[in-house]
């Protein structure tokens, strides 16, 4: 019979020793290991590659809107790109997931980096026929036969590439849709990011120039993908270097000026800007010298200027600017009993789309203008004597009227944005910051930057001019789109008091009796306010308030005035009746319709 204790010890559970738990597997052994750690340092590489297939494609497409900006502008090119990029994506993902990509060779990819250098030269032949295919084709026609084939390769690679990456510990879903998702979200960070980048790094460097960026992803492409296909786009690369005119070196200046000469004009200068492209253009046969950002004009003079010993400035070939100084001879009934207070007391603030200058008289009135352009307005308003302020996002554009326009050195420039120096002004106080006049002119060519037309930041100038002060805003667009009444309601129903006068005579007076449909009428339209309740008019201009130009004697005063009954009724909806900061859609889509 058993002892109690045997009996114990026979029910004990028994545990294992040491020595047997050692000897017992409990992992992979050394050459699973070692086959996982191999499978892993192919799979990282391939992930890391498609993963920069994807950044390079997002990345090029700012530089490709930026490249056509010069002959299209910048609102064209915007219009279908976004869903070109999308039906690119969809397309490479429709080849990778069907049986489509059979058809395609295995080194697909090897292409990409021929393609990327290839793009300058297709776009210099299709270039060559922009008129023929017009702004609404243009754009659309040139980013078809160029960054679209990049992304969808780009895309097409990288699923690819994905192929490697062992994801099937993942749920049926998530290895179905990830890829795409990490690719989308990838695509869109990169985009963005790249945006900000190249928007204020543009034009500090040739690497930050349209053909910089171009050739520096191309060579990005040929690093991360080396092939014998690369041989191919030596023909092209040399192309853009020596023939391309929108490269920008000596040699291809060169070759712009012999084509620009054929049409008897001669290329100055030209930088490439956080602004745009702007070049100086001088007319040798009929006599004038304009800037350019983009495809517009900023501005320009006559050279050859009428035989008057006392002009004091130059002549301007837009008499729209001629007719912003005459916030000078703005005048109530109550000024017409006062003493007239001398300009040299006078100070203002002008604005234009890169610019903001501001005059100031130290004891009485100031004035304010946005945006230099060539600075017409600014140069004429420093010759009057009034202490002038410009303020110049850009520092090219204040660059080019300094060397190229005779735009004065006695004035204060300050390079910065205008919304952030109206802040700073506001802050600061009227003992600081407190204007005569105030010109607001910030045309960019193609659009108006919406901010600088809503509620609050009109709302800011109006506060920086004195009791009597005068703002002068320009406004150029179609008069009959819903979005200048719009403006025009925001305007009046932060100035008490404005009158509103076009630059020429309508043309269009109505609707149109045939198709009973509202017909386009683009002008520059000034609108001149008070921010007291009194209304205004304009004195006559003596000799003295022309300087010596034909142009201001025939444009200085305002003729062509537009009754605010003219805006009833084109307000579209009607829901949006002031521009409010946020709320800029209506804006924004009337400008697209009207580029």
């Known amino acids: 019979m058993a002892s109690p204790k045997v009996k114990a010890e026979a029910k004990a559970p028994s545990s294992p020793s040491p020595d047997a738990t050692s000897r ?9 290991i070692q086959a996982t750690s191999s499978n892993t340092a192919k799979v990282i590489p391939q992930a890391i590659k498609a993963a920069e297939l994807v950044f390079l494609a997002a990345v090029y497409s700012p530089v ?116 795409g998702i990490a690719s989308y979200a990838l695509f869109s960070i990169a985009q963005r990011a790249s945006t900000f980048l190249i928007r204020y790094k543009m034009g500090s460097s040739l690497l930050f120039t349209r053909w910089g960026l171009q050739s520096g992803i191309a060579a990005f492409y040929a690093v991360l993908l080396p092939s014998k296909v690369l041989l191919f786009a030596i023909l092209p690369m040399l192309h853009s270097a020596s023939l391309n005119p929108h490269a920008p070196l000596n040699q291809t200046t060169g070759v712009l000026n012999a084509i620009l000469h054929e049409q ?38 006559w050279l050859q200027q009428p035989n008057v010993p006392s002009a004091r400035v130059t002549e301007p070939i837009y008499s729209v600017f001629a007719m912003l100084e005459a916030v000078r001879l703005v005048e109530t009934a109550a000024s017409k009993e006062m003493p007239m207070v001398p300009d040299n007391q006078k100070n203002a603030l002008v604005m234009y789309e890169s610019l903001l200058v501001v005059c100031s008289r130290k004891s009485a009135k100031n004035g304010g203008h946005s945006g230099l352009g060539i600075g017409t307005t600014p140069s004429a308003l420093v010759a009057h004597g009034i202490d002038t302020t410009i303020v ?34 506001l802050v600061a106080g009227p003992e600081h910051y407190s204007y005569d006049y105030v010109i607001h002119d910030v045309f960019t060519g193609g659009a108006e930057p919406p901010d600088l ?113 003219y805006f009833k009724g084109r307000n579209g909806d009607g829901e949006l009746q002031v521009l409010k900061a946020g709320q800029t859609e209506r804006l924004e889509a009337d400008q697209k319709e009207s580029a």
């Open 64 to 179: 490709s809107q930026l490249t056509l900006s010069p002959v299209y502008g910048s609102i064209p090119p915007s219009l279908h790109h976004r869903h070109l990029i999308m039906a690119a994506v969809l397309l490479a993902w429709t080849l990778k997931k069907t049986f489509l990509h059979k058809y395609l060779p295995k080194n697909s990819a090897d292409y990409l980096p021929l393609l990327a250098f290839c793009i300058p030269t297709i776009q210099f032949f299709l270039f060559q026929h922009s008129g023929w295919l017009g702004a609404t084709h243009g754009p659309l026609v040139t980013e078809l036969l160029t960054y679209f084939p990049l992304v969808v390769l780009s895309v097409y690679s990288a699923a690819v590439l994905m192929d490697s990456v062992d994801i099937s510990q993942f749920d049926q879903r998530i290895q179905n849709a990830g890829p």
């Open 392 to 425: 110049e996002i850009d520092p090219v554009v204040h660059d080019f009227a300094t060397r190229y326009f005779h735009l004065p050195s006695n004035h204060t420039s300050v390079i910065g944005d205008a919304m952030y120096f109206v802040g700073k002004a």
């Open 453 to 565: 037309f809503t509620e609050g930041f009109l709302a800011g100038l109006r506060d920086l001019l004195k009791p009597d002060g005068v703002v002068a805003i320009n406004y150029a667009g179609d008069l009959s789109l819903p979005s200048a009444s719009l403006i025009v309601h925001t305007v009046r129903s932060v100035f008490p008091q404005c009158r509103l006068f076009r630059e020429d005579a309508s043309l269009v007076t109505s609707l149109s009796s045939e198709s009973g449909q509202s017909t386009h009428d683009f002008t520059n339209m000034v609108m001149f306010c008070r921010k007291s309740n009194e209304t205004f008019g304009f004195r006559d201009p003596v000799e003295a308030d022309c300087l010596g130009s034909q142009a201001r004697r025939y444009h200085l005063l305002p003729k062509h005035e537009i009754q605010a009954s």
């Open 24 to 32: 017992e597997p409990v992992g992979l052994s050394p050459s699973d």
């Open 264 to 301: 008897n004009y001669a290329l100055l200068a030209r930088q490439e800007s956080l602004t745009g492209y702007l070049s100086v253009l001088e007319n040798t046969k009929d006599g004038f010298r304009v800037m350019r950002c983009d495809h517009s004009l900023l501005g320009g003079e």
